[in-house]
């Protein structure tokens, strides 16, 4: 018999492990069947001696040990952890902090001298707990005893808390398959392990389907690997056995992140109730109104959590992007400037800089060259390739040598529904009157369930311009009908009565409206009336009565600029077209009709 199989033999003796020692060395001579017989039955004999006898200090014989206690066959019940009730194992495989804390209290009080596997299982306990569920440790009085020799479990948790997916303890158990994917609460950003343990974590659930831990871990990872959706069907069988934070916070991020606002919300307003001094929690509730619209709501949140940390340049830059979306640029760029110290490269801080450079500080040339720098350090990001289509789109130039239209196909070459890119390619197209290109484009968001209503405008007015006037009178009719309150339903309803000849329902229907119409609204059907006058007279009077109530109306004063211009009045052309490019500043057709009417005008 070889040395150091009859070393192994003897060890495993020692430790009473030899009634299964046979099943990992096969096809051994006879002497080497006969000593495992032997050892097997004077094992049986002195069981009550074992637990008298000083452990090994040989670590080479342990570790093989180890390895050997871990590598059980999956149809052992027990395993490592034989002779441990079959209560406690099961509630350690659930795995939630309430059934980890039961499990912790019973082997304790259980054990006054711990066996090793109790001690192991017990420094188990403790790590998953303080590792997972911090949240719902915190004040909490946990030790474990010393463990004796680091084996293929505890060496699991320590590689996951260094950042190590440790893949030597194999799949002999529950715990074997789960304790490495603790390493997904590391900050580490490496992903090559998520294949490995997506499977380790589904041949946990295997043993245990219903463990809010294995549950939990593979929703975890289900997140960062943008599968949100699965991630969310885990945290909901998940949530069912534990009221954890962690696993409820989760929910709501995934739920956001799937745009679900409502469900997220009713979560996060659960929690807050139980954690209302969570800097995380502040933040997600932040993102999630901001998400939905409530931008009161998303600053009040985002305010508080600045006042508990207001080195958090994280929300610093999310409070500045809630005054951009309110157009509070003044406090927005206050807010830029003070993340700018530290930083100026954020591909956040620099999108939002050029937001602010086009809309507040109307320069057009500045904004192109903040969008350009982003770009060239996110050259294949989704988010800053959008707001290049945008700029690009609006201002008629292009932006690293791309047209808004070439921006928005790099997007849909990586995201073909991507809906956003889409509508920004519509809005290029339709500006440069490639209006069979654009409705193409815009059938594909058309075609989808519950388009919005500024997709349906869009539409309608492709529509329009192409002709196809009983299409765009059902698209504005039926938005009317379903939305008769709503400004932008209101406004398409008149325009396509107008534009499709439906002159005299338009008319009254302008007149009806006129008495209790905001300015805007005022101002707008004025607009739309003077396309019924039947005279110049009466064009010029209903526009100019358009621009009084709203000096702002560019659609107004360029077709005043039209009018005065066919007369071939150009000064007076020019007044008006001046005022478009005044409101107007980044549209370089009216720039390059200007600079036509220059040369006319010497």
């Not at 302008?510 to 008495?515: C, D, E, K, P």
């Amino acid at each position: 018999m070889p040395k150091k199989l009859l070393c192994l033999v003897t060890a495993l003796f020692s430790l009473g492990q030899l009634n299964f020692a046979a099943d990992y060395y096969p096809g051994q001579d006879s002497e080497t069947a006969v000593l495992v017989a032997k050892a097997s039955k004077k094992d049986k004999k002195s069981k009550s001696k074992k637990a008298q006898e000083p452990p090994l200090e040989e670590d080479e014989i342990v570790g093989e040990v180890t390895a050997i206690n871990v590598e059980r066959s999956k149809n052992d019940s027990e395993g490592y952890f034989s002779g441990i009730s079959k209560a406690i194992l099961e509630q350690v495989q659930k795995g939630s902090p309430e059934s980890l804390l039961s499990a912790y209290e019973s082997v304790k009080k259980a054990s006054v001298d711990y066996q090793e596997n109790e001690r192991v299982l017990v420094f188990i306990i403790v790590e998953i707990l303080k590792i997972v569920w911090p949240s719902q440790t915190q004040g909490l009085n946990l030790d474990s005893p010393p463990v004796p020799a680091r084996n293929a479990y505890t060496g699991a948790i320590e590689s996951a808390k260094n950042g190590i997916y440790d893949t030597s303890t194999g799949n002999a158990d529950f715990l074997a398959n789960a304790l490495p994917s603790l390493v997904l609460k590391s900050p580490v950003t490496n992903r090559d392990y998520y294949p490995e343990a997506e499977a380790h974590l589904k041949a946990a659930l295997g043993f245990s389907p219903k463990s809010v831990l294995a549950n939990y871990l593979l929703a975890l990872l289900y997140s960062k690997s943008a599968r949100n959706a699965e991630a969310v069907d885990l945290l909901k069988i998940a949530a069912q056995e534990s009221k954890a934070f962690e696993i409820h916070y989760l929910l709501a991020t995934c739920l956001n992140a799937l745009g679900r606002y409502e469900e997220s919300k009713n979560v996060t307003d659960n929690l807050i109730v139980l954690y209302p001094s969570s800097i995380e929690l502040l933040k997600l509730l932040s993102r999630n109104a901001y998400s939905s619209g409530d931008y009161n709501t998303a600053e009040r949140y985002a305010l508080m959590a600045l006042q508990q940390n207001p080195a958090d340049l994280e929300m610093v830059l999310f409070r500045a992007k809630i005054f951009v979306a309110t157009g509070e640029y003044l406090k927005a760029t206050s807010l830029l400037d003070v993340y700018a110290k530290s930083s100026s490269n954020s591909k956040d801080y620099l999108l939002l800089r050029s937001r602010v450079q086009k809309e507040w500080n109307k320069n057009t040339t500045l904004a192109v060259s903040t969008i350009e720098k982003a770009l060239s350090l996110y050259p294949n990001d989704l988010e800053a390739l959008l707001a290049a289509a945008e700029l690009a789109g609006e201002s008629g130039i292009t932006i690293g040598k791309r047209t808004g239209a070439e921006l928005a196909n790099q997007v849909l070459a990586v995201e073909p529904d991507n809906q956003q890119a889409l509508s920004f390619l519509i809005q290029t197209l339709a500006q440069e009157g490639k209006w069979s290109e654009a409705y193409a484009s815009s059938k594909k968001i058309m075609a989808r369930p519950n388009p919005s209503i500024d997709a349906i405008c869009s539409h309608t007015r492709i529509c329009l311009a192409l002709g196809y006037y009983a299409e765009a009178w059902d698209k504005a009719a039926s938005l009317y009908n379903k939305s008769p309150n709503n400004e932008k339903a209101v406004q398409l309803y008149v325009e396509s009565m107008v534009r499709t000849g439906k002159s005299a329902q338009a008319s009254r229907y302008i007149n009806g409206a006129l008495g209790g119409a905001s300015s805007s609204m005022k101002s707008f059907l004025l607009y739309q009336r003077s396309f019924l006058a039947a005279d110049e007279a009466s064009q010029l009077s209903d526009l100019r009565s358009a621009v009084i109530a709203n000096p702002r109306n560019s659609d107004a004063l360029f077709r005043m600029y039209r009018i005065y211009f066919t007369k071939q009045d150009y000064r007076k052309a020019q007044y008006y077209l001046r005022q478009v490019i005044a409101l107007n500043p980044n549209k370089q057709q009216y720039l390059k009709l200007n600079s036509d009417l220059d040369k006319l005008i010497r």
